[in-house]
């Protein structure tokens, strides 16, 4: 009898537990309680003709159709920027090339120019050199300081020192700072 009892028990607990689920569930109405204890088998709810499965599948055909579409338009639109990336490419390539091509020929012409600056200088040194000492010290003031610097440079020590003395201090002060800094 023991036996009994619990056997009772535990179905009497999973009776009370499956009406407290549907309870929670909201599932427990006089239809689910007629189906729970109904020898019948249940109604299986008919599906409308609009959600059949061939509507589903013309849906799914449809989306997919359009999907593909607008694949095939970005594909175009990628290749259309791609083709113009490479454009931009050789462009710019040609660009490059064109101011290697410049800069090249830019410091050929100021090589040419400091040769033909240098040669100046040096026939400008060549001829204060021949002249007197008060003469050669007029002609260098009346250069600009940094030609004047590099034209001393080119005339020999003793000669130098005698136009530099044969100038104002002020001028030999400018002209001797601009030797010691060259290029300032």
Not at 111 to 121: E, L, M, N
Not at 130 to 136: G, H, T
Not at 139 to 146: G, I, R, V
Not at 150 to 173: C, F, H, S, W, Y
């Amino acid at each position: 009898m023991k036996i009994f009892v619990i056997l009772m028990t535990g179905v009497l607990s999973f009776f009370g537990m499956l009406a407290g689920l549907l309870a929670m569930t909201g599932n427990l109405s006089a239809d689910s309680m007629r189906t729970l204890v109904s020898s019948e088998p249940a109604k299986l709810p008919v599906v409308p003709a609009e959600t059949s499965e061939g509507a589903d599948l013309d849906a799914v055909a449809r989306a997919l159709k359009d999907r593909s579409d607008e694949l095939s338009k970005e594909k175009t639109s990628v290749d259309e920027e791609k083709k113009r990336v490479e454009m931009a490419k050789k462009d710019l390539e040609a660009i490059r090339n064109d101011a290697k091509k410049l800069l090249e020929q830019m410091e050929q012409s100021i090589q040419a120019v400091q040769g033909q600056s240098d040669v100046r200088i040096t026939e400008i040194a060549n001829s204060i050199a021949q002249m007197k000492p008060n003469n050669a010290a007029t002609a260098l003031m009346k250069l600009e300081t940094d030609t004047a610097a590099k034209v001393l440079m080119q005339i020999d020590e003793k000669k130098r020192g005698k136009i530099l003395d044969a100038m104002p201090q002020e001028d030999t002060n400018r002209l001797l700072s601009a030797i010691q800094q060259p290029g300032k």
